[in-house]
């Protein structure tokens, strides 16, 4: 348990009361299911940006990546610069693109929904199976917010693990329930600008309070903790290791909750700016995640003399020695931050896919757009009590079950995103195939070890995805001419857009 937590306890209720006060302004501004789901698409470059940027990163950003590099070293630049580079292309390539089709395909709202009237998929197959594997997915990753929260709550205020995780739950369910997108989006552009300044603020106070040279004095500790190519025990990394941290870059043609970012934008113009301010907060919050990792292990050397069992609190314990009780609080509440951003998009993304793709698609084609948002609201309850019980294991590491729903949702929806924006050839049969062959892929690789399966799951998923769609969509006479027109026309906007 962290001292003086009174103080901090003070800073987290006044947090709380304002990300509740920007939910229920959101509330007052969503009037029907595009409100809720896109909020309205009116996204300018800053929201539009840091909400993508923050519900990207969550609790992982301030808590499983300086623990990785508290336990690993300068070898975790590879998974930081794979990111970073995915952060880039996904906005560079795929955000104006996935904007302006998903308007021309009649306001497609959610990705399922996207991805079944580019194809003209009258069996409604697509949209079904993309809402499972979402609602699958998710599950776990909202469930590794849910574990970051109950870590921290666990060491701020000296909870019982369980009790932890359920505080943690309500914090983030009550805000997201009322005010839909705009309260995610908005609350977002707050918790991302916190995240950023607390991972940059506390490694620079840490060094300027008695860590000195930090690579001078890592290198004196360990020389392969500054090494790219081996790991902390002077072993060379493997092809196989190396591909794999980068390959997280991968991840993002397929994350729902941040290509929902892209569909929100209120313009195409907006978008070159929103991408520079995404890469730029992504460099500059990684660069002090990491950081704050290697400034940790001199810490944990020099001020207890010894090791941290869990680094993936080393965060925490930083702020908690360096600063005054108020400051700390306001650090901390950059973790809460941190795990609000996601969480909220994650159960928001799942709601839309239970809602939109699964309710009104199967059960109810004449729901209005209020039943929508109400069941919708329901969803995001169920949900998150789904995602709490798989959180209740306090040996769960936020980092390991992130790297599976993220490979999950890369293999499964990125390359069927990034054809169909790209092939005019590809049709239904392809997207299914892709789909499937990907999520299965990543759920299979997983159970396996060993030589080649070492290699993380996004790898082959991705692979094996692309070739299922190429393969299948040329076998089965590629696209309609009513698809293909449909693409032509998306081309045209595309250009008036702009």
């Not at 003209?120 to 574990?147: C, E, M, N, P, R």
């Not at 730029?280 to 001020?303: H, P």
């Not at 998009?345 to 039943?371: H, I, N």
Request: include cysteine; glycine fraction near 10%.
């Amino acid at each position: 348990m962290i001292e003086n937590s009174f103080a901090i306890t003070g800073t987290f209720i006044v947090y709380l009361i304002g990300m509740l006060a920007i939910g229920y302004i959101a509330y007052k501004r969503t009037a029907n299911s595009a409100d809720y789901f896109l909020g309205g698409r009116t996204l300018g470059p800053w929201p539009a940006a840091l909400s993508a940027g923050a519900s990207d990163m969550s609790g992982w950003l301030l808590l499983g990546l300086p623990g990785y590099a508290y336990a690993a070293g300068i070898e975790s630049l590879w998974l930081a610069g794979g990111l970073l580079i995915g952060t880039w292309l996904n906005w560079l390539i795929c955000a104006k693109r996935l904007r302006t089709y998903s308007i021309t395909t009649d306001n497609a709202l959610t990705l399922p929904e996207f991805l079944a009237r580019r194809f003209d998929d009258k069996s409604k197959l697509i949209q079904t199976i993309s809402a499972f594997f979402i609602l699958l997915f998710f599950l776990f990753y909202t469930s590794s917010g849910l574990v970051a929260g109950g870590k921290l709550f666990e060491t701020v205020f000296g909870l019982d693990y369980t009790l932890a995780v359920i505080i943690g739950t309500v914090c983030v369910v009550s805000y997201t329930l009322f005010g839909g997108f705009l309260a995610v989006s908005w609350t977002d552009l707050v918790q991302g600008l916190l995240m950023s300044a607390a991972l940059l603020i506390v490694p620079i106070a840490a060094m300027s309070g008695g860590v000195g040279d930090l690579t001078a004095a890592l290198e004196a500790k360990n020389p392969e903790l500054m090494t790219l190519f081996n790991d902390v025990k002077g072993e060379p990394l493997s092809a196989i290791a190396i591909i794999s941290l980068a390959a997280w870059g991968l991840g993002y043609f397929g994350q729902p909750h941040i290509l929902a970012r892209f569909k929100a934008t209120r313009s195409n113009k907006d978008i070159g700016t929103a991408r520079r301010i995404a890469v730029a907060w992504t460099a500059l919050s990684m660069t002090g995640a990491i950081l704050v990792g290697l400034v940790g292990i001199l810490f944990v050397d020099n001020q207890l003399g010894g090791e941290l069992a869990d680094g993936e609190k080393i965060f925490m314990l930083l702020v908690n020695s360096i600063f005054h009780p108020v400051i700390a609080g306001i650090l901390l509440a950059a973790i809460l931050a941190a795990i609000m951003s996601t969480a909220d998009s994650q159960l928001l993304v799942s709601s839309s896919a239970l809602a939109e793709d699964f309710y009104k698609q199967v059960f109810r084609p004449q729901a209005t757009t209020e039943e929508i948002v109400m069941v919708g609201r329901v969803a995001v309850i169920a949900l998150s009590i789904v995602a709490l019980v798989l959180a209740m294991n306090p040996d769960s590491t936020v980092l390991g079950l992130v790297s599976y729903a993220w490979a999950g949702f890369g293999a499964a929806f990125g390359p069927a995103l990034l054809l169909s924006l790209f092939w005019k050839g590809m049709n239904r049969n392809g997207a299914l195939a892709g789909i499937v062959v990907g999520a299965l892929t990543v759920v299979i690789w997983k159970q396996l070890s060993g030589g080649l399966f070492d290699m993380y799951e996004i790898v082959p998923g991705f692979i094996f995805a692309t070739i299922s769609i190429i393969v299948i969509s040329s076998m089965t006479g590629g696209a309609s001419k009513e698809v293909e027109a449909q693409y032509e026309n998306y081309e045209k906007n595309l250009v008036e857009f702009d």
